[in-house]
């Protein structure tokens, strides 16, 4: 039953892209959608749960929420130029290899020869996997072009915070349960105070806003089943499955948002996935 489980943040993160991809709207609403149902999918879990928490890990992980909206709103606008099948695996590849090296520098992580050998590995295997899915033959017209890239590498920064920060003293010895509900309240936060310095209050009212926090039920599902998953079988093996929604979000881009792939944009991008795939579970092996 446990590894049942632990589908469900694979399901769920994988399938968000493609709900906000089909609801469609613009940017603004994803956000919007994302942080509003994360926040729903929080409270439950909260009242549910009953979890204490810490003011002062309250007001931190409410701020790494914030953050976590930057790296979300560059994958939004990712999507509406490159697509969901060629942005998820190179936001995936980029989350992995930036984690892992801040890892490294400031957290001691890949101690000792043999994991570090491992671990420069994997972020190898997993450059050349992102590499690949973003092979195209310009033939349709969300591709893959130099400036979206470094765009969606900038904004990955709000990722890698919200990545690393349960391991930042702050939060260290604070439950999962009790710091998830600021988290998402942050989302949301960080959502509405992009919505309104981006000039789009007139977001409020279009119905793309509401109907995105299908999305967001979505990756909130995932996200707190994360957090069992990651107590009952430990955070290397649900590292491991959460990666998996890589494959859901990229071919489901293709069959389900109908992102159009030649043979051999095809042939690498699945390539591409499985050595992203292997690249991740190296990582959390070099852990």
Known sequence: MIYLLALIPAIGWGAMPLI????????VNQMFGIGAGASIVGIIAYL????????TAFWFSLAIGCLWTIGQVGQFISFKHMGVSNTMPLSSAFVLVMTSFVGIFFFDE?????????????????IIGAVLTSISDGTSDKKVSTKWVLFLLVTTIGYCAYS????????AHESSQGIFLPEVL??????????ICSGNAKAFKQKEQYLNILGGLSWGIGNFAYVFVGKALGVVTASIFGQMNVIISTFG????????????EMIYTVVGII?????SILTVIAN
């Not at 690393?164 to 939060?171: A, D, G, L, N, T």
């Not at 942050?186 to 919505?195: D, E, F, M, Q």
């Open 164 to 171: 690393i920060f349960p391991k930042m003293p702050q939060v």
């Open 275 to 279: 050595l992203i795939v292997i690249g």
């Open 110 to 126: 890949w101690q000792g020869a043999r994991a570090l050998s491992i671990g420069l590995t994997a972020c190898v295997v997993v």
């Open 20 to 27: 906000t991809g089909k609801i469609g709207g613009s940017p």
């Open 186 to 195: 942050g989302i949301l936060l960080g959502s509405v105070i992009y919505t």
């Open 253 to 264: 881009g293709i069959l389900l948002l109908h992102e159009t792939k030649t043979k051999r």
């Open 48 to 55: 549910i749960t009953k979890p204490t928490v810490s003011v």
